[in-house]
């Protein structure tokens, strides 16, 4: 749940946030929105502590960027 609500957190960019006219700066702002998003702080915790609970293979199952990082 933490490693959820810490995503939450972070603010996508909207790309009306950038005048309509600037797509090159809202796709890179876009881009380094994914890449934060996936490199949740939770993960590696979750991961070395509780990877042979039920809770986390459940968690792993429904959450794809955890998958992601667990894949990587």
Do not use: H, W
């Not at 998003?37 to 986390?56: C, D, G, H, Q, V």
């Amino acid at each position: 749940m933490m490693a959820k609500c810490s995503q939450k957190q972070i603010p996508k960019p909207q790309y009306n946030d950038f005048g309509y006219g600037n797509y090159d700066l809202y796709e890179k702002k876009t881009e380094e929105y994914y890449v934060e998003f996936a490199s949740n702080k939770y993960y590696p915790e979750l991961k070395n502590n509780y990877s042979n609970t039920k809770f986390y293979q459940e968690a792993l199952s429904r959450c794809s960027y955890l998958s992601d990082f667990v894949r990587k």
